[in-house]
């Protein structure tokens, strides 16, 4: 790909996701439109899905930020319904949806179909993610969802190399099949065990924040590419060294931090900009060479391919909830029971993503005998229906349909009040261990320095407390809220003088980046306050 076509997907997608922001549509769909919408404008570029830059490229990063940001605690505490819908569900979807496309599409052969299978599997959960946030759904759903796309790639990636090995004639039998699958996720898993630790020394060890910023956006692509060189999964030693770095971030140094968070968020927004917009930008490439199968008989499998994966994924997810609670008294007494809105949620979130077109786009064009692969454009007008037809109809629904269920969302006041009590204990240690250090000599400070880390430590405390109390009358801010309002415009107040006086030549351009850094690591800190 040239360059500026590289530079106009960018640019064009990040403008799409900013203007989304403004609007109560998720970005993923708008996005999704937006590349349906210019695909046949004069003069856009033609935008075609390589499998070989989405999947070890693209695909590492995002699974690396996701699982970075994902909890390993709250992922083991609800580790059986992750690992249904993750490998039991693909696994089901592969094969009843391969079989219902074989029978949907009478001269499809059933190994082609069950290749189809095995793309359109895994839901990918950004676009549901995204919702769950935005409508404030209860944090275990969330967890589940997310979860579940961490691994489900891996799950289907294998399924379909084995469906695939046996639709081009290299022969592939169940033992063998299974067989492959252990291979590759241990392997993966394994992988991920051995790179996570030194890792985790590494970025504790540097001691540039630079360094440990370019060894993290290394990170994604060596575990995946060490995992695929032992033919092992490459998505399941991502996730394996993010959880545990992600787990372990608090022992990074401050500022590796503070720009690690920024510089991942930025990646994150760019690349699922680009990775949405490039799934509407394909429509006039799955077009092309229908053939036999244009036209109303076309759109016919297209919603019937649809239809069989939406009921599919019900099908799995409500005796996955269900039965074994059924079977297990521990899972009875262990966990919450579960109404019939939280399985509707969930089985409504099936939501399928740029993976399995990128999936479909490496569907080799002939068989081993070198007979052309058979129905493969079939196969990617199917891929790319089934993706747009889960995002628009699902991801423009599910929003509404969270809203009509009754379910219980975040309690915020509770959250808030446990935040409280957390920052409350900490910040009594934090007073306890600073008394220590001033009664030593070695420590002394002039009383007002003593006295102002005393009050910072106060004003930790109750900041969350005032959050909880009565709202300004006039403003209606908490008092917390005002006091982080004023402290912005004192910091800007300041900036604006630091640059007067560089403007007058009294200082110079070093010493107000200088200045401007302090001034920006306060309010950047005061801004994670508030954000969390």
Do not use: C
Not at 166 to 178: D, H, M, Q, R
Not at 408 to 430: K, P
Not at 433 to 461: C, G, K, M, S, Y
């Amino acid at each position: 790909m040239h360059v500026l076509p590289l530079l106009l997907l960018v640019a064009g997608s990040a403008a799409v996701a900013g203007v989304a922001r403004r609007t109560p549509v998720p970005a993923p769909l708008l996005l999704v439109a937006a590349g349906l919408a210019v695909s046949y404008v004069p003069g856009v570029p033609h935008y075609e899905l390589d499998p070989h830059v989405v999947l070890p490229l693209l695909l590492p990063p995002l699974l690396y930020t996701a699982g970075v940001e994902s909890s390993y605690l709250d992922l083991r505490a609800n580790w059986r319904p992750v690992a249904l819908l993750s490998v039991g569900y693909v696994l089901f979807a592969t094969l009843v949806v391969g079989y219902a496309v074989h029978l949907i599409v009478p001269d499809l052969p059933l190994t082609a179909a069950l290749v189809l299978g095995a793309v359109i599997a895994p839901p990918d959960a950004v676009a549901a993610t995204a919702i769950a946030r935005r409508v404030g759904l209860p944090s275990r759903i969330t967890t589940i969802l997310q979860g579940e796309s961490l691994v489900n790639d891996a799950t289907a990636i294998t399924a379909y190399k084995v469906a695939l090995a046996a639709a081009v004639g290299e022969g592939a039998s169940f033992g063998g099949g299974v067989r492959e699958f252990a291979i590759a996720a241990l392997g993966g898993v394994g992988v991920g065990l051995v790179l996570m630790v030194p890792l985790h020394w590494l970025r504790t060890h540097l001691k540039e924040a630079l360094l440990q910023n370019t060894l993290s956006l290394l990170i994604p692509f060596v575990a995946y590419a060490a995992a695929e060189e032992v033919h092992a999964s490459g998505v399941l030693a991502v996730v394996v060294v993010a959880l545990y770095l992600g787990h372990q971030s608090w022992q990074v140094d401050f500022a590796t931090r503070l720009q690690e968070a920024a510089v991942w968020k930025m990646v994150a927004f760019v690349l699922e900009s680009a990775v949405f917009a490039l799934i509407g930008l394909q429509l006039p490439v799955v077009l092309q060479g229908l053939g036999e199968y244009e036209g109303v008989q076309a759109l016919w499998y297209a919603v019937a391919v649809f239809l069989v994966v939406v009921v599919v994924r019900f099908v799995w997810v409500y005796p996955a909830t269900y039965v074994p609670r059924m079977l297990s008294r521990r899972i009875r007494e262990r966990e919450a029971d579960s109404d019939w809105t939280r399985p509707l949620i969930v089985g409504w979130a099936g939501m399928r993503g740029v993976v399995s077109l990128a999936i479909a786009f490496s569907v080799p064009l002939t068989m081993d005998d070198g007979e052309p692969f058979p129905g493969r454009n079939l196969l990617l007008f199917l891929t790319f229906t089934t993706v747009i037809g889960t995002l628009v109809v699902q991801g423009l629904t599910l929003p509404g349909l969270i809203r009509v269920l009754p379910v219980q969302g975040r309690d915020e006041q509770a959250e808030t009040l446990a935040e409280a009590q957390a920052q409350n204990q900490a910040s009594r240690a934090a007073e306890q261990r600073l008394e220590e250090l001033l009664a030593d000599e070695r420590n002394a400070l002039p009383q007002p320095l003593a006295d102002r880390l005393r009050t910072v430590l106060e004003r930790r405390r109750n900041a969350v407390w005032e959050r909880l109390g009565a709202a300004n009358p006039v403003t209606g801010e908490s008092a917390d809220d005002t006091y982080r309002r004023l402290s912005r415009e004192t910091l800007a107040a300041e900036r604006a003088v630091f640059v007067r006086l560089r403007d007058e030549r009294r200082i110079d351009d070093e010493m107000l980046r200088t200045l401007l850094r302090r001034l920006d690591l306060e309010e950047a800190a005061a801004y994670r306050e508030e954000a969390g």
